[in-house]
């Protein structure tokens, strides 16, 4: 997976909006962008309460040490602020559909103390789950001495749900335990973890894998304008009803603008666009191919939507020759 950095960046976005949604923090309390200390880039910060949030953020970015993504719970009030750190890259998925979470040993009392609380499970260094865990890492240049450190198990291959439940019950024993929330006052909103919002994510997720975080049509990877898309709306989330579109070529598919040759893969483009060089100009490429050969987009459904856009017979829209 070339575009590692792209699909760690999504992954931060899905889980701090489990954050958000399991526990009800409104749009006030969110906020994009920014810097921490004119180093650290934030993407997103959950403010809590004055001087207690969550950051998803970029950190130690250095030539020696390849850029990660944390999501790092703030004290302000601590002289050291930064109380509890969630290192990304410690999170593989082995398949498109499952993952592995380890956990560095933690050093603060609180950390330790809800590791033991949660009932962790220790690392087993012998298994293969943690060879082939150690494998994908070296796959994407993740640093081997980092191992080292791993002490606990999150979850170990499961499907996204699992990861979710994990990753929030995490959350609230971390916030709880270093007083950012008085005990028992976080309550987890069910009715809030929609099981088709995840769903949703779990297969944006999953499409980033098979696609290299790559639009299919234009090969962009910026995470905040690429948007899995349901190729039939009667279809469900499974992976040959989906692909990766740009925001704005999204819009243009679901309008019936834009289409796949469900035989050739090939972009038609409506004659409306005509005028439009930066869309005319897709007619007749090839969308990217996936990059595991045993999960292909369903011919069925891109037949349905070609002819939901009615291409076949229709000598005015802009095909390849």
């Known amino acids: 997976m070339e575009n590692y950095h792209a699909f760690y960046k999504n992954l931060g976005y899905e889980l701090m909006n489990e954050i958000t949604q399991a526990f009800g923090f409104t749009d006030?309390?969110?906020?994009?962008?920014?810097?921490?200390?004119?180093?650290?880039?934030?993407?997103?910060?959950?403010?809590?309460e004055e001087n207690y949030s969550i950051k998803f953020l970029e950190w130690r970015d250095t030539p020696e040490?390849?850029?990660r993504f944390y999501i790092i719970f703030f004290n302000e009030n601590e002289p050291r602020p930064y109380v509890f750190q969630l290192d990304l890259s410690l999170l593989v998925t082995?398949?498109?559909?499952?993952?592995?979470?380890?956990?560095?040993?933690?050093?603060?009392?609180?950390?330790?103390?809800?590791?033991?609380w949660l009932h962790l499970s220790p690392v087993d260094r012998e298994t293969a789950n943690y060879k082939n865990y150690c494998e994908l890492r070296q796959q994407l240049n993740f640093v081997h001495q980092?191992?080292?450190?791993?002490?606990?198990?999150?979850?170990?291959n499961?499907?996204?749900?699992?990861?979710?439940?994990?990753?929030?019950?995490?959350?609230?024993?971390?916030?709880?335990?270093?007083?950012?929330?008085?005990?028992?006052?976080?309550?987890?909103?069910?009715?809030?973890?929609?099981?088709?919002?995840?769903?949703?994510?779990?297969?944006?997720?999953?499409?980033?894998?098979?696609?290299?975080?790559?639009?299919?049509?234009t090969g962009e990877t910026t995470p905040e304008v690429i948007e899995a898309v349901r190729i039939s709306k009667a279809?469900?989330?499974?992976?040959?009803?989906?692909?990766?579109?740009?925001?704005?070529?999204?819009?243009?598919?679901?309008?019936?603008?834009i289409a796949i040759n469900p035989d050739t893969k090939k972009i038609a483009v409506s004659?409306?666009?005509?005028?439009?060089?930066?869309?005319?100009?897709?007619?007749g490429k090839h969308i990217?191919?996936?990059?595991?050969?045993?999960?292909?987009?369903?011919?069925?459904?891109?037949?349905?939507?070609?002819?939901?856009?009615?291409?076949?017979?229709?000598?005015?829209w802009l095909t390849s020759s």
């Open 28 to 48: 006030q309390q969110i906020e994009r962008g920014g810097y921490y200390e004119n180093r650290e880039k934030v993407y997103l910060t959950i403010k809590i």
């Open 94 to 116: 082995n398949d498109v559909s499952s993952f592995l979470w380890y956990l560095n040993r933690p050093t603060k009392a609180e950390n330790i103390e809800v590791f033991k």
């Open 158 to 217: 499961k499907k996204w749900d699992c990861l979710c439940d994990s990753f929030i019950e995490l959350t609230k024993a971390m916030l709880e335990k270093h007083g950012m929330v008085n005990k028992n006052e976080l309550v987890i909103n069910h009715s809030q973890v929609g099981k088709e919002r995840r769903d949703q994510a779990d297969f944006r997720l999953r499409l980033l894998r098979l696609y290299d975080c790559q639009c299919v049509i």
């Open 271 to 283: 004659p409306q666009l005509r005028s439009r060089t930066e869309y005319k100009d897709l007619k």
């Open 288 to 316: 990217i191919e996936r990059q595991d050969n045993d999960n292909e987009l369903d011919s069925d459904y891109l037949q349905e939507r070609w002819d939901a856009a009615g291409v076949t017979g229709a000598e005015n």
């Open 65 to 67: 040490v390849p850029r």
């Open 235 to 257: 279809g469900g989330f499974e992976l040959e009803n989906g692909i990766l579109l740009r925001s704005d070529l999204r819009r243009l598919f679901d309008a019936n603008l």
């Open 146 to 156: 980092d191992e080292k450190l791993i002490s606990k198990v999150l979850v170990e």
